[in-house]
């Protein structure tokens, strides 16, 4: 018997198996198919691939303002550009080297073993009938790309077969506005599809600050995608020849879109269906293992992380929480899973990346202090022919520490997770105001936010004509006017 079963070979499983090993347990670690989990074989690792050859596309357009000619307009070849997507991710698999590096740390593996299923509480079964048995348990078997049941659901695809398609489809229909609609339809559209952005939400980017939904949805009708919000339901997809008819039901009444492919990316359950889970006395909840904020399961010695817990479905978080569960599992249940601070955004163009509380959270428990800094008064951007976005800093009025940041544009993301780090080390607006960024960088915006902030507050003096003859913002020497 092992001291630690982990079933899921992501980067959930990944790390709840090396935590385990540190902490000295005899380990085994069970994989259905490839390890490195989905997003590195089937998710974020070839999105973002797909979305730098995007980028790459809307970049050659400015070529000619920096002075470089092309002799035409670059065309793209979709079959290279899924064997560039193919190529990385095999590059990811091989510099990781996964299994190499679990077997060398004494984890014993079993890859592509098939669906585990219970037969007790302390026993799995793999694929030819082994049974393996341990005196703990972390789950870390993530989730799948839901699909529609609805007539003609089969025509549809999920972002997991957009991976197989062997040509550009001229058209796309891509039902749901979450991070990953978006995110494909920002590639497609670059890519030079029609596409067509549809959902039953009221607005894009649902849980996104307000100011990020409203920017990126103009930004996206701006290049031409066509969005669709606050419908009632997809009723059904017809098929004619290589044509698909997507029929949807809007203020009552039938509407039909006509598109070459159908994408949907509406919601990702739990893998829970394989694991025989009532043998093992795991209660579930929404298609997903039901957890305490310990991460432990109805069963004492059993604990859930990542994807398959349906809390944070992020590759950050399903570490965070392997580490988490793995300790409790081994140690006792002593440390709670943490959610309130997980910087996250989506590839899409613009880029978007969030951290803490949003404007409107922030307003509903106190009284914050907001800046929004246009990426147009910075220097890095306009230099860089980027000036579409903002920066919008969120402070906690009486304590002066960061609780929000929210940025649109170049390199959003990157400049979110350093601001991460500053609200993580409990950093006061004043001590970021006073940080010298390098220059010009995407990262100094935050500094532009955090000494707006500062006159606001009064941490700095200036004189009452000073204050007449320029508003707050207008006391940075980058400022467009």
């Not at 997809?237 to 997507?246: R, Y």
């Not at 929000?404 to 780090?421: F, K, L, N, R």
């Amino acid at each position: 018997m092992y001291d630690m079963v982990i079933l899921g070979g992501g980067p959930a499983g990944v790390t709840a198996a090396l935590r385990a090993r540190e902490l000295g347990a005899t380990v085994a670690l069970v994989e259905r198919g490839n390890m490195g989990g989905t997003c590195t074989n089937d998710g974020c690792v070839p999105t973002r691939v797909l979305a730098k050859a995007a980028r790459l596309m809307r970049d050659a357009q400015q070529f000619g303002d920096y002075g470089l000619l092309l002799d035409k307009a670059p065309q793209v070849d979709f079959a290279a550009v899924m064997a560039r997507t193919q190529h990385v991710v095999y590059q990811m698999q091989e510099k990781k080297q996964l299994l190499d590096h679990l077997n060398h740390v004494k984890v014993e593996t079993f890859s592509r073993a098939g669906d585990a299923s219970f037969v007790d509480p302390y026993t799995v079964q793999i694929q030819g009938g082994q049974l393996i048995k341990g005196a703990h348990f972390v789950l870390c078997v993530g989730g799948s790309a839901r699909r529609l049941p609805l007539p003609g659901g089969e025509h549809a695809m999920t972002h997991s077969d957009v991976w197989r398609l062997d040509k550009l489809p001229a058209s796309v229909v891509i039902v749901g506005g979450g991070a990953t609609g978006c995110q494909l339809a920002s590639i497609f559209n670059a890519f030079g599809s029609e596409v067509t952005l549809i959902d039953i939400a009221p607005r894009l980017l649902l849980t996104e600050d307000g100011l990020v939904r409203s920017i990126v949805s103009g930004e996206f009708a701006r290049h031409g995608i066509h969005i669709i919000m606050g419908i009632e339901k997809v009723v059904r997809i017809e098929t004619n020849g290589m044509q698909k008819q997507l029929v949807y039901q809007h203020e009552g009444i039938e509407q039909t879109l006509s598109t070459e492919a159908v994408i949907l990316s509406v919601g990702w359950p739990g893998n829970v269906d394989q694991l025989n889970l009532p043998a093992a006395g795991i209660n579930t909840e929404r298609n997903f293992i039901k957890v305490d904020d310990y991460l432990q399961t109805s069963a004492p010695h059993i604990y859930a992380a990542g994807d398959i817990t349906g809390k944070v479905m992020l590759v950050q978080s399903a570490e965070s929480q392997a580490r988490v569960a793995a300790e409790n599992a081994l140690l006792g249940a002593t440390r709670k899973a943490d959610h309130k601070l997980i910087p996250h955004g989506g590839f899409t163009d613009p880029e978007y990346g969030g951290v803490g509380l949003t404007e409107a959270q922030a307003r509903e428990h106190g009284n914050p202090v907001v800046a929004v800094v246009p990426y147009a008064d910075m220097d890095r951007a306009v230099i860089d022919g980027h000036p579409v976005g903002f920066c919008k800093l969120i402070v906690d009025r009486e304590s002066k520490l960061i609780i929000g940041a929210h940025v649109v544009g170049e390199q959003a993301v990157e400049v979110v997770s350093m601001v991460a780090a500053g609200i993580v080390g409990k950093l006061t607006v004043d001590q970021v105001a006073e940080i010298e960024f390098a220059y010009p960088t995407f990262s100094g915006i935050v500094g532009l936010a955090a000494r707006q902030i500062q006159r606001e507050l009064g941490s700095v003096t200036v004189t009452s004509e000073w204050r007449e003859l320029s508003p707050i913002r207008g006391a940075e020497w980058q400022r467009k006017d």
